[in-house]
């Protein structure tokens, strides 16, 4: 069924056969905790496999056991999301901070080295510089304006390159849309890679995935979501993937086994339900804010606008050739810099009406939030002034309202400005 065919189209079916659920058209809720056994060889079978005794024969399936390790709704959930990035396997979280932190805990170690960009979402930062560090984990912040070479002489710098374990990247940053080049850091990865130690380039895709950038095609060994956002979309659930290779899938679903922090059924029946229009919402999200950012771009009362879609090669060379070459789209991301400080962008965000002041992203309904006091709270003063976190700035989130309404309703609150 799979062949020739798109990942929107499979959305309906893939990995589900009607027959095994009394012919219902969709998968049902399987809201139990165990499964009953047909005798004691099978559930012996089935731990053989299940924690890594013996590898499965040709033509054997993973038998369910127990939903904190596996569940129907789980395993055709992930079976799905795996199409969108061709990875070989995928692992569901019941948050976007539960995939991230497994992926962390799964392969660095006491003395390990972690490189990461900045900015990154604020719950991420704030667990690598506060959570990371007290395991005894080393680790090295870069950004967009590093080079291959700045890059490597930062890494030599610390003396630690040998422990170099994870290259950790969020791109498009959140809240500023710089871009990290993907192939740049997997020539990095190359250069201090040995048989000894490997190198794992973890991406969370988040702002753009998974339709408008796919990692693992530049070189990326894990994807990461907040499966809360475009994949879930509606503002009802909170859940998190991890996608990768089948070896490193499985490290990260043994660690996730005992960490207990695995996505229930009734999360994986509705993310099923979500991605069966992903493609038309994120298209026509992608859509409104491309007419949403072109009314902010000729605003007075805007100072400055980051939008993937204004990236130009005579601006920013460096930024315009990453974005032509890992994007497959512009997104529904986008950050304003108004004119004057938090005085302004609380007042912009405080009249807006059809606009909903809340965190998050990527749902049907567009969101506007003031990163430096809320998302990023908790990042340190000067990393916020550093790496364009200003008092200024606002993140709006573009949702599938029609975009006339939600021009006028910017459109009014900058008048209040």
């Not at 298209?283 to 130009?312: C, M, W």
Request: proline share 4%.
């Amino acid at each position: 069924m799979r062949k020739n065919m798109k990942p929107e189209s499979l959305m309906m079916s893939y990995g589900y056969r009607p027959s095994l659920s009394e012919g219902a058209v969709k998968c049902p809720i399987f809201q139990t905790s165990t499964f009953v056994f047909d005798k004691a060889e099978e559930g012996k079978a089935f731990f053989e496999v299940a924690y890594g005794l013996r590898t499965p024969e040709t033509g054997e399936e993973q038998g369910l056991i127990y939903s904190r390790l596996n569940n129907p709704d789980l395993e055709i959930l992930e079976n799905r999301l795996a199409l969108w990035d061709s990875a070989e396997d995928c692992a569901v979280f019941e948050s976007g901070m539960s995939a991230i932190t497994t992926a962390f805990l799964t392969f660095l170690k006491p003395g390990d080295l972690l490189l990461y960009s900045n900015p990154v979402y604020g719950g991420t930062d704030h667990f690598i510089k506060e959570m990371l560090t007290k395991f005894g984990i080393e680790i090295l912040p870069f950004d967009s304006s590093f080079d291959k070479k700045a890059m490597i002489e930062a890494i030599e710098a610390t003396g630690k390159a040998k422990r170099l374990k994870m290259i950790y990247l969020e791109t498009p940053a959140n809240p500023t849309n710089a871009l990290i080049d993907i192939s740049m850091c997997q020539e990095v990865k190359k250069h201090f890679e040995t048989e000894e130690n490997e190198i794992l380039i973890s991406v969370d895709n988040t702002y753009l995935g998974p339709i408008w950038q796919h990692p693992l095609e530049h070189g990326a060994d894990l994807v990461l979501y907040s499966a809360t956002k475009y994949i879930g979309g509606h503002s009802d659930v909170i859940a998190g993937a991890c996608l990768g290779s089948s070896d490193h899938m499985a490290a990260i679903k043994g660690t996730r086994t005992f960490l207990g922090n695995m996505a229930g059924p009734w999360t994986g029946w509705l993310l099923m339900r979500s991605l069966e229009t992903l493609k038309l919402r994120m298209e026509k999200q992608q859509d409104n804010a491309i007419k949403v950012a072109d009314f902010f771009k000729s605003h007075p009362k805007i100072e400055r606008i980051n939008y993937l879609g204004h990236l130009t090669e005579a601006e920013n060379p460096k930024q315009y050739a990453i974005y032509k070459k890992q994007c497959k789209g512009s997104g529904a991301m986008l950050s304003i810099e108004l004119k004057g400080g938090e005085p302004e962008a609380f007042a912009f965000l405080n009249n807006l009406k059809l606009v909903k002041l809340a965190v998050s992203l990527g749902s049907t309904e567009s969101l506007a939030q003031h990163p430096a006091s809320m998302t990023h709270a908790g990042v340190p003063e000067d990393d916020k002034i550093k790496y364009g976190i200003k008092d200024n700035l606002v993140r709006l989130s573009v949702g599938v309202e029609h975009f006339e309404d939600l021009i006028n309703d910017l459109q009014s609150s900058l008048e209040k400005v």
